[in-house]
DNA sequence: GATTTATGGTTGCCCAAGGCAACTAGATGG
DNA sequence: CCATCTAGTTGCCTTGGGCAACCATAAATC
């Protein structure tokens, strides 16, 4: 059994009540650095993983190859952040010729992207070289910890996917 | 035991092989969503918080209360982040009154950074605004899951302060 | 002790990500 | 036909942050 469970259960049989406060600290805490450092992560990654590529196109190629045919109000949805911001850097990917955008022939308004042959290509490199980074940073793990990782995180996304909706554009209320 | 630690135990023993590299790919999935929707996350936090902190300045005051005196380099450190912006950020909070910088007696090109007393009370504030925040989302999930991420998420973030050191200025060769 | 080099911070300039608001264009419903 | 709604686009703004140049002090070397 791995490091971070074993402490887990333990305290799990110990007082449940004041280490409440101090659990949500606890998170806090850490989110606060992680959010920090992000930034300078995912240049750190982005950088590796091709120049042309930039840090948030990755993610966002990611997403509409998972999901085809995407359209842009998905995406938005999904990272919770503004149309506005969705439809920029959707018009650099195309630019760069690596998503195509084509009307939606049942709505009018809306365009389905797809990845080019370029684009898919392109992706898979950096996602290769951007995996071999999670390799080299996470490699030291125990591989259960890895999964208990992704597992927490997703978690927390999803936590987060709730109130991305309303305020603030996005959702529009 | 918690949802997430049966999952992971189950699969601890389960192909150890085949699964590394879904593991590294799901954390690496995670993270970027996650990262996306980082200053969303920031801004709802800090907004709610106290209109006249801005999201960044938070966690500042954090780590400046928690080592004192703190200097301007041990933040850059701490957060990953280059001089200039700590730099920058202090100011502000300096304007504001929530922080002072007297000059570092053993070492006169350096400051020692401590809280007013406005600073302190302000913090404590936000600090429990927060958490409120945190409490609202985190309350449905077991104890030891909440513990758990933030365990995850710390070990995370050391990994990531070793590669912080190196390029971009920040470390600075 | 004077000169070089290193270090802590500040500032100017730039970029990227994102929000908001105003707008266009197609869709829906009266 | 007109009103309203919705998908995207674009202009303008703010934040966070990097880089480089710079200043002041410290250390090191001669």
Not at 23 to 34: D, I, M, N, P
Not at 54 to 61: D, F, H, Q, T, V
Not at 110 to 124: D, P
Not at 136 to 163: I, K, P, Q
């Amino acid at each position: 059994m791995s490091e971070a469970q074993v402490t887990a259960v333990t305290r799990e049989h110990a007082g449940e009540h004041a280490d409440e406060h101090e659990a949500y600290c606890a998170v806090e805490h850490q989110l606060g650095v992680l959010l920090r450092r992000a930034r300078a992560f995912s240049a750190e990654m982005g950088r590796e993983v091709h120049p042309e590529l930039e840090p948030g196109a990755y993610s966002l190629l990611i997403r509409i190859d998972e999901v085809v045919p995407a359209r842009s109000s998905d995406l938005t949805e999904y990272f919770g952040v503004g149309k506005a911001t969705i439809s920029r850097q959707l018009k650099v990917l195309e630019e760069l010729g690596l998503i195509e955008r084509e009307p939606d022939p049942a709505d009018g308004r809306a365009h389905l992207l797809v990845l080019t042959g370029e684009g898919r290509q392109r992706l898979a490199g950096a996602r290769s070289a951007r995996q071999e980074r999670f390799r080299a940073m996470l490699g030291t793990w125990d591989l259960g910890d890895v999964e208990l990782l992704a597992r927490m995180l997703g978690r927390f996304n999803t936590l987060t996917d709730s109130w991305t909706e309303p305020g603030r554009e996005r959702g529009r209320a």
